[in-house]
């Protein structure tokens, strides 16, 4: 069983949906969350980080971390032809140094 | 957060030759990481290199084949020796600036293509 897990799509969603990304993980010594768009042939980009459980918000954008279930989420509210991109989760704890597990990755398309 | 940039940003190469790929980022940072991403594949750490000290490297992955240079705060070097086929692959650096997050920042990418 892989520590994170990603479906990795492709979600395809029409402009101005609700999106929502998810990812599940086996170690609860997770503590930091975060969520990274890369778009084609770029590198990832940090959208998100969060400590703990609890949301936060920043724009069109929300994570929500669940620690009880072990799950994360982001949503994307009014979805632009523009977030189709790669969405990958990362997390990391105490016990990983400061090294990163990433998810899969879920390829998102957002029709205009 | 940091701005990185990476040279080359592709190139294409012969099996059994090597490839240095250089990062740089425009701030001190202790911890530089490398990772690898292959088509359709999420991102798989190589290695991590901090300044002053010998590179970390990951189960299956060898300093013989990854050899790393951390030579200041600044910079970093991954070379890819004895090259074939199936390291043709995306290169990535990140940084971690520090701080009580672990969060990183990611470079553009080499993209290596191994003929």
């Known amino acids: 069983q892989k520590e994170v897990e990603q479906d990795p799509g492709p979600l395809s969603v029409p402009e101005g949906a609700i999106v929502s990304l998810n990812c599940t993980y086996s170690?609860?010594?997770?503590?930091?969350f975060m969520w990274y768009r890369q778009y084609s042939r770029k590198g990832p980009e940090l959208l998100m980080y969060?400590?703990?459980?609890g949301n936060k918000e920043d724009g069109r954008f929300t994570a929500q971390v669940d620690k009880s279930s072990k799950y994360i989420s982001l949503f994307i509210r009014d979805s632009q032809p523009s977030d189709s991109a790669t969405y990958l989760c990362?997390?990391?704890?105490?016990?990983?140094?400061?090294?990163?597990?990433f998810g899969a990755g879920t390829i998102l398309r957002v029709k205009s | 957060s940091a701005v990185i940039s990476q040279k080359p940003s592709r190139d294409i190469c012969q099996r059994g030759t090597s490839l240095t790929i250089q990062c740089q980022v425009d701030?001190?940072?202790?911890?530089m990481f490398w990772y690898r991403q292959q088509p359709g594949q999420s991102l798989t750490l190589i290695a991590t290199?901090?300044?002053?000290?010998?590179?970390?490297?990951e189960s299956g992955f060898v300093i013989d084949k990854f050899p790393i240079s951390r030579p200041n705060l600044t910079f970093s070097t991954l070379t890819v020796s004895n090259m074939s086929p199936e390291d043709s692959s995306i290169y990535l650096c990140?940084?971690?600036?520090?701080?009580?997050?672990?969060?990183?920042?990611f470079g553009p990418g080499t993209r290596l293509t191994v003929l």
């Open positions: 290199a901090n300044q002053g000290s010998e590179a970390t490297y």
């Open positions: 170690n609860s010594a997770f503590q930091y």
């Open positions: 990362a997390m990391s704890g105490r016990e990983y140094g400061n090294k990163l597990v």
């Open positions: 990140s940084v971690d600036p520090g701080g009580a997050t672990d969060t990183q920042y």
């Open positions: 701030s001190q940072v202790t911890m």
């Open positions: 969060t400590y703990s459980s």
